[in-house]
């Protein structure tokens, strides 16, 4: 899996869109800059453990793929974190069924 970097422009990006927390795993790098700014912007930056990488979990993987190309088409505009989490995740199993 290709690694995913974060700059601090990134972070200031993702605040913007209502972002506010990043899951950290093997294949997420931030700069110093990045992690000093997502800190200051109140973001949480949550360790995942090596055998919960998303990778690992197809659903889990899907379900992140889904919500970035919704905040994509967005284009910025806000949106509830947590609702979205929670319409895509309820879409998805409604899938598996």
Known sequence: MAKTFY???DIE???ARGITSIDIHDDVVLTDLARERALKLGMRLERIKPNAH???APNEALIHRIKAAVL???GGRWIDPNVLDAV???VVAE???
């Open 95 to 97: 899938m598996e069924r």
């Open 72 to 74: 994509a088409q967005l």
């Open 54 to 56: 998303p990778a690992d």
């Open 88 to 90: 895509v995740r309820r």
């Open 13 to 15: 990006d993702l605040h």
């Open 7 to 9: 700059t601090e422009r």
